[in-house]
């Protein structure tokens, strides 16, 4: 059947931070967020990308040569993004692995046998499948298919969600879901919209919605400084919560490991420059999620 489906851009197994468990985590390319301190900058575009790890570079020059697009400096040996069609030759000609493919296509089949090799990690330690992103949500179709045949063998499955998909469309694959992360942002839509390039209008109402009809939900909140630890928007985030009967938030301090993977991909790339707060300020802020009424989670 011929349906919508991403390029898979890693599989990471015996994963212990992705839901309960041990557990296997699909991370599909694609998402209509482009939040400026992605942890996963490879994740953001649709169609697969190379990426150069110039500090294996022998200076050979042969992907340089081989290039159909001219699209390689020859002396940086750095890509024009613009120019590069991901043909994969210079990853193929490179001896040295100092430019990886990040995207391949993988039929549903070919995806439910891998997903099934960890079977026994799963069942001994109560873990699963975890899928991420990019945005899982945005091939419902796809997502579907997979989720159906690994239900057959009891699987539990997490969904990690940005919250922007078509709930309508997602609502017919509940049934095979055991778990979804869902992030919040910000709750300003304007300032929403500076730092991930969307209004958040969707994502409220998607998690208004699944709210009711879907229990196992775990909010989650990329703390990240000056743009949403001030004690104003936190308050804000604890009532919009509140009303909607949710007691609990997971939060996840902001680190910077997304800048290095960003300028493998394109070394022109705007690095997001902000210093992961200290252990006083983290603590500071469990403490105003507290005082509103909300049961802060953190992961060190
Ligand atoms: S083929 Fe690999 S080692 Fe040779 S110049 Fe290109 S990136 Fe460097
Ligand atoms: S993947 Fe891009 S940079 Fe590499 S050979 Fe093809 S067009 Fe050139």
């Not at 557990?23 to 301190?37: A, Q």
């Not at 990853?91 to 493919?101: T, W």
């Not at 799963?122 to 992103?133: A, R």
Request: glycine share 6%; charged share 25%.
């Amino acid at each position: 059947m011929d349906r919508p489906t991403p390029y898979i851009f890693d599989i990471q197994r015996f994963s212990i931070h992705d839901g309960p468990g041990i557990r296997t985590v699909l991370f599909t390319k694609s998402c209509p967020l482009k939040c400026k301190w992605c942890q996963n900058p490879e994740s953001q575009k649709s169609k697969p990308e190379v990426g150069f790890y110039f500090e294996n570079c022998q200076d050979c020059n042969k992907c340089v040569e081989i290039c159909p697009t001219n699209a390689i400096d020859p002396i940086t040996k750095i890509s024009n993004y613009a120019a590069c069609i991901a043909c994969g030759a210079c990853v193929d000609i490179c001896e040295n692995d100092a430019r990886r493919m990040i995207g391949q296509k993988m039929s549903e089949q070919e995806i439910i046998t891998e997903l099934l090799k960890d079977i026994d990690f799963y069942s001994d330690s109560e873990g699963g499948i975890t899928f991420s992103g990019g945005e899982p949500f945005i091939y419902p179709e796809f997502l579907g298919g997979i989720l159906k045949e690994l239900k057959k063998q009891k699987i539990h499955i997490n969904i990690e969600t940005c919250g922007q998909f078509d709930f309508e469309k997602v609502a017919n694959i509940l049934p095979f879901i055991d778990l979804i992360y869902f992030d919040i942002k910000h709750l300003d839509s304007q300032i929403h919209k500076e730092y991930t390039v969307i209004a958040n209008e969707t994502i409220l109402s998607n998690f208004g919605k699944l709210i009711t009809v879907f229990e196992n939900i775990q909010v989650r909140i990329p703390l990240i400084p000056n743009v949403n630890d001030d004690k104003e928007h936190i308050k804000a985030v604890c009532d919009f919560l509140l009303k909607k009967g949710h007691k609990l938030v997971h939060l996840l301090p902001y680190h910077s490991m997304g800048n290095s993977k960003a300028i493998r991909i394109d070394y022109k790339a705007e690095i997001f420059k902000v210093k992961p707060h200290t252990k006083e300020e983290l603590n500071k802020i469990k403490s105003q999620f507290s005082e509103f009424g909300i049961n802060p989670i953190t992961y060190d």
